[in-house]
């Protein structure tokens, strides 16, 4: 439920008002009431993109005599937003309302109130208080947000259908200050509340990350001898990129039930707005690349003053997530990111970042230095693990055009799984890596020719007595430990001389010998595929 101007004609205060012009607008949500008296001949100008859908109360005193600067400021309420006007004092200062006042609030569904003429008892504040009342019952009721933003946002104009206003009418039905963040804690978009409150983004993020438990969504703070509720709920929007909306609330009516609707409130209003082109550039780069909008991409990277033809190499880091809450997944993947910029600008290295569902892509431009490359690698390496070592990060250079970079992805993003199953102790995967998941996969789901040769190789091993401790040690060898024997006693914590008794009762029992490059290779895809199905069904 929200209240209009019609409830409001209601109240005892405004019963004995008249509906002047503008009748089509009595449906307009009204969020606040609102004194305005307006001095000297400009007309007066709301500095904010959107105010509140104010239901003001004026006299028009100081321009009593000046109908064309009248009709001015009524056209310039209905474009900032507000609900009516209600005008005082009629045959006392304004001796009438002028028939182009009419006009104009007809014109513009606009409703003109007009209180009881020739009359001084009628008071502002008896409205302001009915009003006010009115809206907090109704608050109590139900919050509305969706609907009540909806209603406001129908009447804007299109250069007004933003996401700084969306958030500004937000904030201002809630009286809250919100603000928008990245996966980096980039601030996208804020509003206060009030206006003139004198908090910061970074501010905010930092109360909350200093004083919020494990788990919560919320954080009790005291701010210069001020209580404060900060409230971050991390989503998803635009297009699988991830955010954080922050609500910082002094009044204690805030719920997190509140910021949910805001939450939804940003992912409807993702779809039908172009938020991306206007607000969240870096934001948008990653997402245009996968996506192949090229018109998306060039608009943005030239607004970023990035040359898209010299980024020559894709970097997809996974971590491993599994049982995290969602908010500490973002945080750690914000972190990462952080970290990766930090390397990056440390080596003068140009890096562009972002989440895209539970990936962080990042892509770079390779010198083609082989020391200087290597060392750019193993710096980002050393960083990450630095905030977390449970990751794989791939590189996949040389994809020049957009489309391959596209397709590079849709490849990683339906194979990764099973590369990491093939490789589980491998950090570093490379598109050998990726293609070998994929051929892997594909031929044992189809049960190709040479699936069925890959499992009678390894059928004398599955039907072993031993075959689990011989299998074991051949997938080590192979997958972990680049065909290295010592390597492999490491990881097995067995002596080398065991390691080559095995591999040697494998050469037995297989008649394949790992020294033999295509006995090798037919070995290395045989254990692989024992690694994604130790069953090897026929």
């Known amino acids: 439920m929200s209240i209009t101007i019609a409830d409001c004609l209601k109240l ?11 009748e089509q607008g009595l449906n307009h949500i ?6 305005l008296e307006i001095f000297g001949s400009e007309t007066f100008d709301i500095v904010q993109p959107v105010s509140n859908s104010d239901l003001l109360l004026t006299s028009f005193s100081s321009i009593k005599d000046d109908y064309e600067l009248q009709c001015r400021n009524i056209e310039n309420m209905y474009e900032s937003g507000d609900a009516g006007l209600v005008i005082y004092y009629v045959g006392i200062y304004l001796d009438q309302i002028h028939p182009s006042l009419i006009e104009t609030a007809d014109r513009l569904g606009f409703p003109l109130l007009v209180m009881p003429e020739n009359r001084m008892d009628c008071f502002y504040n008896e409205v302001l208080r009915e009003v006010y009342e009115l809206l907090l019952r109704d608050q ?3 919050s509305g947000l969706i609907d009540n933003i909806a209603a406001l946002v129908s009447r804007l104009p299109e250069n007004r259908k933003n996401l700084s206003t969306l958030l500004r009418l937000i904030s201002d039905h809630l009286k809250c200050t919100v603000f928008l963040a990245d996966i980096a804690l980039n601030n996208i978009a804020m ?3 009030p206006a003139s409150n004198d908090i910061t983004a970074e501010e905010i993020c930092s109360l909350y990350e200093n004083h919020a438990e494990e788990g919560c969504l919320s954080a009790e703070v005291i701010r210069q001898g001020i209580s ?6 991390p989503f998803t929007a635009f297009e699988y990129r991830n955010f954080s909306i922050y609500a910082a609330d002094e009044s204690d009516t805030l719920t997190l039930d509140d910021v949910y609707h805001i939450v939804e409130c940003l992912q409807v209003f993702s779809k039908l707005w172009d938020m991306d082109e206007s607000n969240i550039l870096e934001n948008a780069l990653v997402p245009a690349i996968i996506e192949g909008d090229e018109r998306q991409l060039y608009s943005v990277s030239a607004r970023l003053g990035i040359t898209i033809s010299a980024i020559n190499t894709a970097v997809i880091i996974r971590p491993d997530c599994f049982g995290m809450e969602t908010k500490d997944r973002l945080r750690l993947m914000r972190d990462m990111i952080k970290k990766l910029k930090e390397c990056s600008a440390s080596l003068n290295k140009e890096i562009i970042a972002d989440t ?3 990936y962080i892509v990042c892509y770079i431009i390779y010198s083609q230095s082989a020391d200087s490359d290597l060392h750019y690698i193993e710096e980002l390496i050393k960083g990450l693990d630095s905030v977390y070592d449970k990751y794989t990060i791939s590189f996949f250079p040389n994809d020049s055009r957009v489309e391959d970079v596209r397709r590079t992805y849709q490849l990683y993003t339906m194979y990764i799984p099973y590369v990491t199953r093939i490789f589980p102790a491998k950090k570093e995967l490379s598109y050998g890596d990726l293609l070998l998941g994929k051929e892997c996969h594909n031929m044992m789901e189809e049960r190709t020719e040479e699936y069925r040769i890959c499992r009678n190789i390894l ?14 040690t051949l997938a080590v060898y192979y997958l972990d430990a680049d065909g290295e024997v010592k390597g492999t006693a490491e990881r097995l914590y067995l002596h080398r001389n065991t390691v080559k008794y095995r591999l040697g009762k494998i050469r037995d029992i297989t008649n394949f010998s790992p020294d033999d490059r295509m006995a090798s290779y037919l070995l290395y895809k045989a254990i692989a595929c024992w690694r994604l199905d130790p069953e090897m069904p026929e």
């Open 12 to 22: 005892p205060s405004l019963r004995s008002c008249r509906v002047a012009a503008g």
């Open 30 to 35: 009204v969020n606040s009431a609102t004194v």
């Open 140 to 142: 109590k009721q139900s």
């Open 191 to 193: 509003s206060k509340w």
């Open 228 to 233: 404060l509720r900060i409230f971050c709920v």
């Open 356 to 358: 895209y569902g539970i």
């Open 459 to 472: 059928q004398p091993l599955l039907d072993d007595p031993d075959s689990e401790e011989l299998l074991h």
